[in-house]
């Protein structure tokens, strides 16, 4: 079974300050991991995701993503906050080898002050 | 702006009453995923489409039914509805059948069900 877990359901940085989003995923088989941003009155936007390529994944709008199998994690950072950050994150996770179904965490909303 | 297309945007209706979601994929992708956001739930697989057919069913109640047809638009059949149904509805397209594929999102339809 899958699961996504993240921690912190509200962030708030200031703007230009490091970015840094939390998620921990449970997999029984390795992952395909996401991140999404959803902002107000939108649908969701993928951001980056990691399908066992490389660790340190890039993505949209200077934001990347490190896998960490040791810590089942998959944690969003951004060295700069913009004040056009400001939305809704979601971490999902998708079981290689089964349905691959997501499973998608909570999310986090991303607060951006000046 | 995704390029997928969902009618309409704002639902309002009584419980016990049947809706129907449309969603229009981006040119060319033969894929169509359903996803249910609500308060209580988060954010939930509802079901997949490729070309047609059905490929992949997630926590989708009885009540509800999807179809792919041949011009590859879906429709989602929400009916008997309940105050628990109100949520937003996304329905997402890609061009093949893999969720490691990138998915891009519409704007949803916001189901309110009084």
């Known amino acids: 079974a899958q699961s996504v877990t993240q921690l912190g359901s509200h962030v708030s940085v200031s703007e230009g300050a490091l970015v840094l989003l939390r998620c921990n995923y449970s997999?029984?088989?390795?992952?395909?991991l996401f991140w999404y941003v959803q902002y107000p009155n939108q649908g969701l936007q993928l951001l980056l995701k990691y399908t066992s390529a490389a660790t340190l994944v890039k993505g949209i709008n200077g934001f990347e993503a490190e896998f960490k199998k040791s810590e089942t994690s998959f944690h969003l950072t951004k060295p700069s906050a913009h004040m056009s950050d400001a939305a809704e994150y979601f971490c999902a996770v998708s079981e290689k080898g089964g349905s691959y179904i997501p499973t998608f965490g909570r999310g986090t909303s991303l607060i951006v002050h000046p | 702006d995704s390029g997928v297309t969902q009618t309409p945007k704002h639902l309002i209706t009584a419980t016990g009453q049947r809706v129907t979601l449309r969603c229009s994929p981006r040119s060319g992708d033969l894929s169509v995923y359903w996803y249910q956001q609500s308060l209580d739930q988060g954010l939930q697989f509802l079901i997949h489409y490729y070309n047609g057919e059905e490929r992949a069913k997630g926590n989708i109640l009885e009540r509800f039914s999807a179809q792919q047809f041949p011009d590859l638009h879906s429709e989602l059949n929400l009916s008997s509805l309940e105050l628990g149904d109100s949520a937003l509805y996304f329905c997402?397209?890609?061009?093949?059948?893999?969720?490691?594929?990138?998915?891009?999102f519409g704007p949803g339809t916001r189901l309110l069900v009084l």
């Open positions: 997402a397209s890609s061009v093949g059948q893999g969720f490691m594929e990138t998915q891009y």
């Open positions: 997999s029984s088989v390795p992952p395909y």
